[in-house]
């Protein structure tokens, strides 16, 4: 076979990879919007959105550790909010500031670490630094939480939101992402990606 053929198939699998990694997560993101945060909302108000805000940031997370290359956190987040805003997200167009926005803040976590740090520390920290991209959107133009943008919103409440959305993300997009695909790689379910190859 020749080199080119084999960079044909390489850039092949890695473009149908990353559309499948980014459905997956999409469709988790839908699921969130549709079932899971408006039940958080109706018992906690944006405290209880913001203790699964993190399931929102594994479609940078998610590929990224697998695959290991540079620009799929953001690729990765941005193709599953589009896939979330195909079916019909409440967040509409929204999604398109979202997912670039919170993309783009996983990727610059990798990208500090040269794309060579993989461990928990990194994914926490890559699961984490969405948070500074989607809350100042969710109070300053986001029409779902018209309150925090009243003068009067409590800073106590501000910093608690912040704080479990941080949590969240590491949790979530951190330390749920590293588990779980770890666990997949050791029963063999992602032989030839490059997470397969390195650990």
Same mark, same amino acid.
Not at 101 to 126: N, P
Not at 131 to 149: E, G, I, K
Not at 158 to 173: E, K, P, R, V
């Given at each position: 076979m020749s080199k080119v053929s084999e960079t044909s198939i390489t850039i092949t699998k890695k473009i149908v990879g990353l559309a499948s990694f980014s459905i997956v997560a999409g469709l988790l993101f839908a699921a969130v919007s549709h079932v899971v945060a408006p039940i958080m909302f109706m018992f906690g108000g944006h405290l209880g959105i913001a203790s699964v805000y993190g399931l929102w940031f594994l479609g940078g997370t998610l590929p990224a550790y697998i695959m290991?290359?540079?620009?799929? @956190?953001?690729?990765?987040?941005?193709? %599953? /909010?589009?896939?979330?805003?195909? #079916? $019909? +997200? *409440?967040?509409?167009?929204?999604?398109?500031?979202?997912?670039?926005?919170?993309?783009?803040?996983?990727?610059?976590?990798?990208?500090?670490?040269?794309?060579?740090?993989?461990?928990?520390?990194?994914?926490?920290? @890559?699961?984490?630094?969405?948070?500074? %991209? /989607?809350?100042?959107?969710?109070? #300053? $133009? +986001? *029409?779902?939480?018209?309150?925090?943008?009243?003068?009067?919103?409590?800073?106590?409440?501000?910093?608690?939101?912040?704080?479990?959305?941080?949590?969240?993300?590491?949790?979530?997009?951190?330390?749920?992402?590293?588990?779980?695909?770890?666990r997949l790689v050791k029963a063999g379910a992602l032989r030839g990606w490059p997470i397969a190859e390195t650990s």
């Open positions: 290991r290359e540079r620009g799929t @956190a953001f690729l990765g987040e941005t193709i %599953a /909010a589009i896939i979330e805003l195909l #079916l $019909v +997200s *409440p967040y509409s167009v929204l999604l398109y500031y979202y997912g670039p926005a919170q993309g783009i803040m996983s990727e610059l976590v990798f990208w500090l670490r040269r794309y060579r740090s993989w461990g928990y520390g990194t994914m926490i920290l @890559a699961g984490m630094l969405p948070v500074l %991209a /989607a809350y100042p959107f969710d109070c #300053l $133009v +986001s *029409p779902f939480y018209p309150a925090c943008r009243d003068p009067g919103y409590p800073i106590t409440l501000h910093i608690t939101i912040i704080t479990t959305m941080l949590i969240s993300g590491a949790l979530f997009s951190g330390v749920l992402v590293k588990s779980v695909v770890d």
